[in-house]
């Protein structure tokens, strides 16, 4: 789905995402995990066409990002941005109504056809409730909902995530990775917890702008690589009833 | 589900329909106000025959000084007003949106003191003279000051403190350009204009400040959809399919040379594009293919009465209007800030 090809970026002369390659497959959850400033949100930019690679390229199904319009990447991919907030009084329907944006121009203005997505992808993540509620009202999590369904209304093929569980509690934590886990979509996702992160299918494990490792999580999330890039140390538990070894720091 | 969607979509459209009815059916009883109200008063019933004559051909009698001054001083007068007030308000709609700020507008980031500069400096100090026009100089000027705000506000993160900077500094250039090249009795006339004054505007500004209003109106629609998606920031109008800097250029071109014609035609009017687009807000929400149009309908009534406020409050004198604007618009403002702090 998207092939990432000897891609740096630097800003003002300082490199947030050293070269690095690496392909993201169709209907997988890869997880990007790494300490603050490992170059995560960069990354996740570039994959999502905003910012342009200063080496390499990404391919969008086959086709270089930097070529497709940004209509065209927004009909398929969508971006979910850390702590997206607004000072507008704006309603709920009215934010999700937002993802239609790429689908719609003078000659297809608004239809019955958007108005069922956006129905839908509300439905789907229990907010219809919520529709004539303001923004500001909103609990962190309903507006992380809110987000999610704005991005689901754009129809993407491919999904990116910013940390969307970041300033939740862990219910609403637990609640938002069920419902991201249960698209069935291509997934992109930046993670904190990376005991959370073992649920992915593969993770990209990131330092000081360097791609460390990638892999699936029992493959990466080793003693050896968490110590190099997370400084602390780890102990595997196996527990019968988790489908997973937990992990514990000390 | 058909009927919920009906309902949805209609309210909605009953609800844009209604806002923007109501505007402009306050929009035309303002402007036969602004008509009948001056030195002189002049009745309904010349303002019915003088307007039946000009616009229907008929050929009513009418005192032929009364329809003068209603159709080439005071008519003319109310439309420019009508135009600066929209193109103001729509300007401080699309600042507030692209910048993510509400409490910014072209008066207060420095581009109304931009334009009056180059307006200065074109007809006082001559600068470009017999190639640029006031209202051309004005516009570089209008485009300089923005992006020095622009600039500034970058480094420092401060877009409002970047303005008031912006506004001083050209503020302070045309006082020295006046200074330097006027004297005392040209100087006190510009000073006047600086301060807003629709005195002495005729059919021929209207002529330029209709086109801009209405181009800038149709294109600032026609990115209705674009500037609702800067809602969540630039990131997120990107990420919806947004080309984000080409939209920024052109809004930025368009909210600079709207401010800068009307500027150059009346001086800076201040409160305008800051106050009118949160009433609208209030009114109608935040959808701008609605908030723009009523914007921009309830900035020409709120001038319009502007102009007749300023026409009034002394008698025998006419006040500058961004007097009257600022008196209105401060304590407006006020309220908005005081809202907002209860509301965090």
């Given at each position: 789905m998207i092939s990432v090809q000897n891609v740096s970026y630097r800003l003002r002369g300082k490199t947030l995402v050293n070269p690095l390659s690496f392909e993201v497959k169709k209907g997988e959850m890869l997880g990007l995990i790494g300490p603050n400033g490992s170059g995560k949100s960069s990354l996740l930019r570039l994959l999502a066409g905003i910012t342009r690679p200063s080496t390499g390229q990404v391919l969008l199904k086959g086709q270089a990002m930097t070529d497709l319009p940004r209509e065209s990447i927004a009909r398929q991919l969508a971006f979910v941005t850390q702590?997206?907030?607004?000072h507008e009084r704006i309603r709920v329907r009215d934010a999700v109504e937002l993802g239609r944006t790429p689908w719609l121009s003078l000659l297809n203005p608004w239809s019955d056809q958007d108005q069922h997505v956006v129905d839908l992808v509300m439905h789907q993540l229990s907010i219809?409730?919520?529709?004539?509620?303001?923004?500001?009202?909103?609990?962190g999590g309903e507006q992380q909902r809110v987000h999610l369904a704005r991005a689901l209304a754009q129809q993407p093929e491919i999904l990116l995530l910013d940390?969307?569980?970041?300033?939740?509690d862990i219910q609403n934590q637990l609640a938002i990775l069920q419902l991201v886990e249960a698209l069935n979509t291509t997934i992109v996702v930046a993670l904190h917890d990376l005991n959370q992160a073992a649920r992915c299918d593969r993770l990209a494990i990131m330092k000081s702008s360097h791609l460390i490792a990638i892999g699936k999580p029992d493959e990466v999330l080793t003693p050896d690589i968490i110590w190099q890039v997370f400084g602390v140390k780890t102990k595997m538990i196996h527990d019968t009833e988790l489908q997973r070894p937990l992990l514990h720091f000390f | 589900m058909t009927t919920l969607i009906l309902n949805k979509s209609t309210s909605l459209f009953i609800r844009s329909i209604k806002g923007f009815l109501v505007s402009a059916s306050i929009l035309l009883p303002t402007i036969i106000l602004a008509v009948m109200i001056g030195e002189s008063a002049i009745s309904l019933e010349t303002v019915y025959k003088t307007f039946s004559n000009k616009l229907l051909g008929t050929t009513y009698l009418v005192d032929l000084i009364d329809a003068g001054i209603l159709w080439e001083y005071r008519l003319s007068r109310a439309v420019i007003a009508c135009c600066c007030g929209a193109a103001l308000a729509v300007s401080g709609v699309i600042l507030q949106s692209l910048l993510r700020n509400v409490l910014v507008d072209p008066y207060i980031l420095g581009i109304s003191a931009g334009a009056s500069a180059g307006a200065v400096a074109v007809a006082i100090v001559g600068i470009g003279a017999g190639i640029l026009s006031m209202s051309a100089g004005a516009f570089l000027g209008a485009l300089l000051s923005f992006g020095l705000v622009l600039a500034l506000s970058r480094v420092t993160g401060q877009i409002i403190l970047a303005g008031i900077a912006g506004a001083q500094l050209f503020h302070a250039l045309s006082a020295l350009m006046i200074t330097k090249s006027a004297n005392a009795e040209a100087a006190r006339g510009i000073m006047f204009w600086l301060?807003?004054?629709?005195?002495?505007?005729?059919w021929d500004d209207a002529w330029l400040a209709i086109p801009v209003a209405v181009i800038g109106m149709t294109v600032a629609l026609y990115y209705a959809r674009a500037l609702d998606a800067f809602t969540f920031g630039a990131e997120s109008a990107a990420s919806l399919g947004i080309p984000v800097a080409r939209v920024r250029l052109i809004l930025i071109l368009v909210t600079a040379s709207m401010t800068a014609v009307m500027v150059s035609m009346v001086g800076s009017i201040g409160f305008v594009g800051l106050v009118i687009p949160h009433a609208a807000r209030f009114l109608v929400?935040?959808?701008?293919s609605i908030l723009l149009p009523v914007s921009a309908l309830m900035g020409a009534v709120f001038l319009v009465m502007s102009d007749i406020l300023s026409r009034i409050v002394v008698s025998g004198q006419v006040l500058p209007i961004g007097v009257v604007t600022a008196l209105i618009g401060a304590p407006a403002f006020a309220l908005i800030l005081i809202r907002g702090a209860r509301n965090r």
């Open positions: 702590q997206a907030e607004t219809q409730h919520l529709g004539d509620r303001i923004w500001q009202t909103l609990s940390e969307p569980t970041n300033h939740l | 301060l807003g004054n629709l005195s002495g505007v005729r929400g935040v959808r701008h």
